[in-house]
């Protein structure tokens, strides 16, 4: 399969974002993609830096104007592509939601972010209702795709998950970044972090894993951080973690990256770790903590 992998740098400018995506799919799609994967909340800036009740203007319905006008475009190129939206589900109810559009321009399946994180800049939980769609790949031209939202990356059960329900491939839309205040080393220790835990969900479940995520400075409206600088680095990793492609920090990019799909079941009879599970002693992971 050949996967398009969209970084691209956000402005105010929700239009220009659009505009800026479609060229960008285009061109992906022109170089033979098949699948195309956009980071989360692709259309605008990453506005989770403030808590603003006006901001919930910015949600939509599923189907609706995005999902209609990306699936004019995947109909056109003949591609399925990700889609990261803010869904309007009903009056006070919004979700961060992933979209997948057929390549006939329908929607295949939706997924709804299931962990929802509430740190300084990163102000989640005031706009979005955890998701309650389960962990569920969605069935597609191109196979089952296990796609999960940013923080999810962080939950090797909800790697797991999807993978025990017959995932071909994890897929994370993603927008994180630095705060400038953080020291060199920190910023190391984030980004080796956030590689080294998605790696880890590729080798533990013997699945090729796509790590989407925005690049770019965006301020804090509010004046209260020093905004976040988004970390790029977006990759492709092979089923025993190794990286077959990664992006810069700093840069927009649009990158093509073949995967061979057959390899996960190669992989997974050298280590079969689905076999040795001790499902019989595993009830206490629905526990919060052992005490």
Not at 162 to 188: C, F, Q, R
Request: glycine content about 8%; some cysteine; overall charge negative.
């Amino acid at each position: 399969m050949k996967i398009g992998i969209i970084q691209q740098a956000n402005t105010p400018d929700i239009q220009k974002n659009i505009a800026g995506l479609k060229d960008k799919i285009r061109k992906a799609a022109n170089e033979g993609a098949q699948l195309i994967v956009l980071q989360e909340l692709h259309n605008s800036l990453y506005f989770c830096q403030v808590e603003d009740t006006n901001i919930f203007d910015l949600a939509e319905t599923i189907p609706g104007p995005s999902t209609d006008d990306f699936g004019t475009l995947a109909k056109e190129l003949g591609v399925v592509i990700v889609l990261s939206l803010f869904e309007r589900r009903a009056p006070g109810l919004y979700h961060n939601t992933a979209v997948v559009i057929e390549k006939d321009g329908t929607i295949a399946g939706k997924y709804r972010k299931m962990h929802i994180p509430d740190d300084p800049a990163y102000y989640e939980k005031f706009y979005f209702t955890p998701g309650d769609l389960g962990f569920k790949p969605i069935e597609t031209s191109l196979g089952k795709l296990g796609v999960l939202v940013c923080w999810d990356q962080w939950y090797p059960e909800a790697a797991r998950l999807m993978a025990m329900a017959g995932a071909d491939i994890l897929i994370y839309p993603t927008a994180i970044g630095w705060e400038s205040t953080d020291t060199e080393d920190e910023k190391n220790r984030q980004l080796g972090a956030w590689v080294i835990s998605q790696r880890g969900h590729a080798v533990a479940n013997g699945l090729h894993v796509v790590s989407v995520n925005r690049t770019g400075y965006e301020p804090d409206p509010s004046g209260q951080t020093n905004g976040i600088t988004f970390w790029g680095n977006s990759f492709v990793a092979g089923p025993q973690g190794e990286i077959l492609w990664q992006a810069s920090n700093d840069k927009e990019e649009v990158q093509i990256v073949e995967v061979d799909m057959k390899r996960s079941e190669q992989v997974r009879r050298w280590w079969p770790f689905f076999r040795d599970r001790r499902i019989d002693a595993f009830g206490d992971i629905t526990k919060r903590f052992i005490d």
